[in-house]
């Protein structure tokens, strides 16, 4: 039994419209599928991904609107990795962003850079044989586009209370002293730790919210029963309509989900619309009336295409 890697990440923003722009217009990925926080039907859940919304290229968002920005500290993922297939990829993202006005730092295989609210993201040049996660976007061809996940970093004062969760209950591989590799026979993604910066962290615009591995369908309850029995005060299996998720706290503080490799987003929605329409899951579908006056409007962000 082996985890896939990273099934997703959620963050939080307080801008729901830069949000849209900046991961679908900039950075070309696709939003697909447009719904509400399960546990706040209040506010969105925006998730963006590749072409077919598969885990392992998936970013989320909760939108709090105007939420003020936040500041990763101890027990949050500070930096989100998504690879990229070459050099010039990273040569082609240095160019585009700076045309954006976003800052980025160059370094060998590697560009750093933030979006409009502060959350840290890089650019990493691909060294694995994993399937490249590609969206379609008219001015980023594919062999320049995000291709998912390469991994996630976090802040831990003392990451070595986590070691023995991370390999011997959820089976990640040391890459070194504080990273590791999550791999299953699908993909994988790495994960690390570096030592948090003086000041406490606030959750806020711009932070991450969890990180999501993922589960086959299979082996979703066996893991359940795994980390609980490690200790972890894991949740029973919830069901998300597109997945179902596990959530507990490791040891150095991050909010861990073990997600399942289906059903998908395409089970309520045509593959070639994901995104476009406001989507709830069943059980929250008699809310719509309430919900819909009171989300923040959003554009389609392919509807230029065909105009
Ligand atoms: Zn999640």
């Known amino acids: 039994m082996q985890l896939e890697g990273i099934h997703h990440v959620t963050c939080i923003t307080g801008d729901a419209p830069g949000n849209v722009d ?23 859940h925006l998730f963006y991904a590749d072409e077919d919304g598969s885990a392992g ?3 989320t968002f909760f939108e709090y609107p105007g939420a003020r920005r936040g500041r990763a500290g101890t027990g949050m993922v500070h930096t989100i990795s998504f690879r990229v297939a070459s050099d010039d990829a990273l040569t ?12 980025t730092r160059r370094a060998p295989g590697r560009l750093r850079f933030a979006d409009p609210e502060g959350l840290g993201l890089a650019l990493v040049v691909s060294e694995v044989a994993d399937e490249p996660l590609v969206a379609k976007h008219p001015e980023i061809a594919p062999d320049v586009a995000l291709q998912g996940f390469d991994g996630v970093r976090a802040f831990a004062g003392d990451p070595e209370p986590s070691r023995s969760l991370l390999e011997r209950v959820l089976g990640f591989t040391a890459t070194g002293p504080a990273g590791w590799q999550c791999r299953g026979a699908s993909r994988g993604g790495l994960y690390g730790y570096d030592r948090a910066p003086a000041g406490a962290g606030m959750p806020g615009a711009g932070t991450v919210h969890h990180v999501a591995w993922a589960s086959t369908m299979a082996d979703h309850e066996e893991w359940q029963r795994q980390v609980s029995e490690a200790g972890m005060h894991a949740t029973p299996v919830i069901d998300r ?25 395409a089970i309520d929605e045509d593959p070639r619309h994901l995104g476009e ?26 509807a230029a295409w065909t105009a």
Not at 92 to 103: I, N, T
Not at 246 to 260: D, H, I, K, M, Q
Not at 294 to 299: A, D, E, H, I
């Open 277 to 302: 329409a406001l989507i709830l899951p069943p059980a929250f579908e008699h809310l719509r009336p309430k919900i819909e006056p009171v989300l923040t409007p959003l554009p389609d962000p392919r």
């Open 57 to 59: 290229a998936d970013i």
């Open 92 to 103: 082609f993202w240095e160019d585009r962003l700076a045309a954006e006005s976003v800052e």
């Open 241 to 265: 309509f597109w997945f179902r998720s596990v959530y507990f706290r490791e040891p150095s503080g991050v909010l861990f989900e073990l997600a399942t490799l289906g059903p998908g987003f």
């Open 22 to 44: 900046f991961y679908t217009r900039v950075l070309g990925l696709r939003l697909v599928k447009k719904t509400v926080n399960q546990d706040d039907p209040t506010v969105y």
